[in-house]
């Protein structure tokens, strides 16, 4: 099976010593985000735990437990784009999260770990020439310590309208005028360019359509095959393994204006408050009468093919 760590929160910025007690404990607790009172434990084992994927804004608090992970097959994307704080006002400067992706890469590998420059919103600060000139700049310097770079443009959710409410849907010669820029770019540097949930309509160009998290992408960092169940899934558009997810939404303290998982400011601030490193769950605590249910988990790898 993929743990998935980071569709609903950032655990590496905000949450890694919980992480690392959970790791060596052995195990996790999640409720259900649409039924609070289904309760699922999942044994952290590599036996069954094929790869951990973690997705994140600063991997910075977690790479002094890198190699107290390393009896897990790992894949990392880490989010690097050219917003301030403005945008972005709890993330760490571009420079200092490209440095430690950098040192990321050489501890894992630059098969198991992807840059993510998305989501992309232009405005009259962040013009197309911007992006452009920004991710040449970023490309430079992450050139060699990772071959992907995934892009998606800014989905006007609810929450990201509730709050971002001036912002725009970027159109459709926008979207190419950009994705055929990146990859061009891309190619120079020797990075390819994944579009994520956004069709194919810049494959013509020399973007990669086929998704970011898919089998590949972590049959490449496992190193050999997997047999993956077929799953629904929730974006029709979407070809991603997502996996299990940890996290919780509403914990993530980066407040990016374009955030999809947090409601607003006081619920996450709520939430953080009642966040235990000792617990077995990200906030809160096994209350008196509760029932934990036991997931059923099994290794995916085939290890009767090679990948290589």
């Not at 890694?16 to 999640?30: A, D, P, Q, Y």
């Not at 098969?111 to 000139?133: L, M, N, Q």
């Not at 956004?198 to 494959?203: C, F, K, Q, S, Y």
């Amino acid at each position: 099976m993929i743990l998935n760590t980071g569709m609903r929160t950032d655990i590496p910025a905000f949450y890694s010593e919980w992480f690392m007690n959970r790791i060596r404990e052995g195990f996790v607790l999640v409720r259900n985000p649409y039924r609070q009172d289904w309760i699922t434990r999942y044994e952290l084992n590599p036996e069954v735990v094929d790869c951990i994927s973690f997705c994140t804004k600063n991997p910075a608090p977690m790479l002094k437990y890198i190699d107290e992970l390393k009896c897990f097959n790992q894949y990392w994307f880490v989010t690097i784009t050219p917003y301030g704080k403005d945008i972005e006002p709890n993330v760490p400067p571009k420079e200092k999260v490209m440095e430690d992706f950098i040192t990321l890469s050489k501890a894992v590998g630059t098969k198991c770990v992807g840059w993510r420059y998305d989501p992309i919103f232009v405005d009259g600060a962040y013009t197309i020439e911007r992006h452009i000139s920004n991710f040449e700049e970023m490309c430079r310097s992450l050139s060699g310590y990772t071959t992907v770079c995934v892009i998606s443009f800014i989905d006007l959710y609810e929450k990201v309208l509730r709050n971002f409410p001036q912002v725009r849907t970027v159109t459709p010669q926008e979207r190419v005028a950009i994705g055929k820029a990146f990859a061009e770019i891309g190619q120079r540097y020797g990075i390819t360019i994944k579009a994520c949930a956004e069709g194919n309509d810049l494959a013509p160009y020399g973007v990669d359509c086929n998704g970011c998290m898919t089998q590949e992408t972590f049959e490449t960092a496992v190193g050999c095959s997997l047999n993956i169940p077929k799953k629904k899934s929730i974006r029709s558009e979407c070809s991603c393994i997502l996996g299990t997810d940890i996290g919780v939404y509403d914990t993530c303290a980066h407040f990016c204006r374009y955030c999809y998982a947090n409601s607003n400011r006081e619920n996450v601030r709520r939430n953080m408050a009642l966040h235990d490193p000792a617990s077995p769950f990200l906030v809160g605590n096994l209350q008196s009468g509760e029932i934990i249910h036991q997931a059923k988990q099994v290794s995916w790898i085939d290890n009767q093919l090679s990948f290589f």
